[in-house]
């Protein structure tokens, strides 16, 4: 009994092998010459194209097709190759596709912090069309402006507004040559002294430069640094500064500034990643992102959360946001790997009946069930962002 068994379940996943090669006759044009995207669109057990429109576009819908329309139509938005430019090239069409874009699509200090969707919905349109344009509007929405606006009081307010006009390009100095999640022992340190009210930043070794830093190499002229802030010879952990390192007249190196570039990336050239050295960098005292703890006029340490753990648990909310996105977009990515693979599949044609116009690949059952797969993912995982 169980060697039949056996043989009928070969002979059924034989089967079933077979029947997801079959073409369904309603899946064949009727006509020869139609054309093909309008019959297969036909055939959609959607009501409306809206319907669709609001699965995968939600509130922003609007939004989202006014930001492709102006990449469609402006000049530095025209899709090129990695074979057809060189890094230069990408990174100045990528710097001045940020700075449009932001000029375009304005945020106030006040949508920024009670609308964070919409930025998500730039970053995302933008990603349909360039990811490194995109990541590198990210690094400077999500990263350096994030940390600003969630750390930072209403005396870091000006830093918040140049930003978001896009008169200051940031970057996000986390990171360490030899500590990467170890955020808690990096090794730069800012030393208030109380003679000049400020701060003096440094980097006390190679292992800790700040290392990997999306447009510390070229585009960005600021940086919320992460560093040990030490006040009277006391460590008191890890601290967010905003540090200057480019000239706003020039954007020449400031004082104390080493900065190097990380090399090539495949698939995304225009991200400018760096590596960042201090050398004595002195910085306002009013420069700390003061609103979990302070250095006060007299030159002491003000703590204002309850604990130290939470200050530096509070203090990397930032990267959330950031994570978040990463999700976002990879359902950019698999939308549109849905939408070219299955208008390829619709006009594809091979194989067919003797004497008979060759079949769209997209009749055959096979293509049914990779597509299926991918879509059931697709609007699975759009489900549970909307409930997120």
């Known amino acids: 009994f169980m060697e039949n068994n056996s043989q009928s379940r070969k002979h059924l996943d034989r089967l079933h092998l077979l029947s997801a090669h079959l073409v369904k006759a309603q899946m064949i044009p009727e006509k020869p010459n139609m054309n093909l995207l309008d019959f297969y669109r ?36 025209r899709h090129h190759t990695t074979s057809e430019l060189d890094r230069k090239q990408m990174r100045y069409r990528a710097m001045r596709q940020v700075k449009k874009l932001g000029k375009a699509f304005p945020i106030s200090v006040e949508k920024f912090g009670s609308d964070p969707g919409y930025l998500h919905a730039l970053l995302e349109s933008v990603h349909a069309f360039d990811q490194a344009t995109s990541i590198k509007l990210s690094v400077h929405y999500s990263l350096y402006c994030k940390t600003v606006y969630l750390l930072g009081t209403e005396q870091h307010r000006p830093f918040l507004e140049r930003a978001l006009k896009m008169e200051e390009i940031g970057c996000f100095g986390l990171t360490e040559l030899g500590h990467g999640s170890n955020i808690r022992d990096n090794l730069t340190t800012a030393h208030y002294c109380k003679e000049t009210d400020s701060f003096i930043i440094n980097t006390p070794s190679e292992l800790g430069m700040k290392f990997w830093i999306g447009a510390a190499a070229e585009l960005a002229s600021v940086c919320v640094v992460y560093a040990q802030l030490y ?86 909310g930032a990267l959330s946001g950031g994570r978040v996105l990463i999700s976002v977009v990879t359902l950019t990515h698999l939308r549109n790997a849905l939408t070219v693979s299955l208008r390829y ?44």
């Open 42 to 77: 036909q055939k959609s057990t959607l009501k409306t194209e809206q319907e669709l429109s609001d699965i995968f576009y939600g509130k922003y819908q609007a939004f989202k097709k006014d930001t492709y329309q102006f990449m469609a139509n402006d000049v530095d938005f």
């Open 231 to 316: 006040v009277e010879g006391k460590n008191h952990g890890i601290h967010a500064f905003i540090v200057p390192i480019r000239s706003q007249l020039d954007h020449t190196l400031l004082p104390g500034v080493l900065v190097g570039d990380c090399g090539r990336k495949v698939g995304c050239d225009a991200i400018d990643n760096g590596f960042l050295l201090f050398n004595n960098v002195r910085i306002p005292r009013q420069n700390l992102l003061n609103k979990l703890s302070n250095v006060n006029e007299k030159g002491e340490f003000e703590l204002k959360t309850s604990s130290p753990e939470e200050r530096y648990a509070l203090s990397l």
């Open 345 to 388: 599949a619709a006009q594809r044609q091979q194989f067919g009946q003797p004497k008979q116009p060759e079949t769209p690949i997209i009749a055959v059952s096979y293509t049914h069930l990779r597509a299926h797969e991918t879509g059931r993912n697709l609007v699975c995982r759009l489900l549970l962002e909307k409930k997120k």
